[in-house]
């Protein structure tokens, strides 16, 4: 992911991804740091969770009900929470139906895998897709520093990582899935950083336009 470089605080070595250059930390206020840990954090549960969800719902385990409303109903929230310190509440809400849509179509998918659902399955994979069309769509409208096309593509790699591990998780290949699952980690840490750094960046403009303004 070449176009991920230094100057916009993401580097990508070694197949693990190294948040914002040693160098370029000073740079950051402790304001614009926490944003980017809280961004992080949450697509890091995210993709803990679902993990969590897809293995008690193929394993058809007990738990499965209390990982759902952690998954469905906690995490949206702190996503919401996250967000509306930064954009607006109506903007705040489509955000949350977006990530509640996402979490969703991924519960949706393993049960086709689960069912053995070849039809269900390309329905649900695409409906994915069409979460991250949405997604991509959605946060280049309300931040000129989210690219739609940059997005889409985290966003795809994303769905089909998420994809790959239901499928190996569903067919018992837990060492093909162990191996997709760090890759998943490092896409959503991929994902968490380009939001947040997105939002630093707008937090600035705003901040020399009032600032402007007041003199």
């Given at each position: 992911?070449?176009?991920?470089?230094?100057?916009?605080?993401?580097?990508?070595?070694n197949?693990?991804?190294?948040?914002?250059?040693?160098?370029?930390?000073?740079?950051?206020?402790?304001?614009?740091?926490?944003?980017?840990?809280?961004?992080?954090?949450?697509?890091m549960?995210?993709?803990?969770?679902?993990?969590?969800?897809?293995?008690?719902t193929?394993?058809?385990?007990?738990?499965?009900s209390?990982?759902?409303?952690?998954?469905?109903?906690?995490?949206?929230?702190?996503?919401?929470?996250?967000?509306?310190?930064?954009?607006?509440?109506?903007d705040?809400?489509?955000?949350?139906?977006?990530?509640?849509?996402?979490?969703?179509?991924?519960?949706?998918?393993?049960?086709?895998?689960?069912?053995?659902?070849?039809?269900?399955?390309?329905?649900?994979?695409?409906?994915?897709?069409?979460?991250?069309?949405?997604?991509s769509?959605?946060?280049?409208?309300?931040?000129?520093?989210?690219?739609?096309?940059?997005i889409?593509?985290?966003?795809?790699?994303?769905?089909?990582?998420?994809?790959?591990?239901?499928k190996?998780?569903?067919?018992?290949?837990?060492d093909?899935?162990?191996?997709?699952?760090?890759?998943?980690?490092?896409?959503?840490?991929?994902?968490?950083?380009?939001?947040?750094?997105?939002?630093?960046?707008?937090?600035?403009?705003?901040?020399?336009?009032?600032?402007?303004?007041?003199?």
């Amino acid at each position: 992911m070449d176009e991920f470089d230094e100057r916009r605080g993401v580097i990508l070595q070694n197949n693990k991804c190294t948040v914002i250059a040693m160098q370029e930390i000073e740079q950051y206020t402790f304001e614009e740091v926490q944003i980017l840990i809280n961004f992080i954090t949450l697509w890091m549960k995210i993709v803990y969770w679902t993990r969590s969800l897809i293995q008690a719902t193929i394993g058809n385990s007990p738990e499965q009900s209390s990982i759902g409303k952690e998954l469905f109903i906690s995490l949206p929230s702190e996503f919401f929470k996250e967000f509306n310190q930064y954009y607006s509440d109506q903007d705040s809400q489509e955000f949350l139906n977006i990530i509640t849509n996402l979490i969703n179509d991924n519960w949706q998918l393993t049960n086709s895998y689960k069912n053995k659902d070849a039809l269900s399955i390309e329905i649900n994979r695409n409906q994915l897709y069409q979460v991250a069309d949405r997604l991509s769509e959605f946060l280049a409208r309300i931040n000129p520093y989210y690219k739609q096309d940059e997005i889409k593509k985290l966003m795809y790699g994303y769905v089909e990582l998420k994809n790959n591990e239901i499928k190996a998780i569903a067919t018992g290949n837990y060492d093909l899935e162990t191996q997709i699952f760090e890759q998943i980690e490092d896409q959503a840490m991929l994902i968490g950083t380009y939001m947040a750094m997105g939002t630093i960046k707008k937090r600035r403009d705003e901040k020399a336009q009032t600032a402007e303004n007041g003199q």
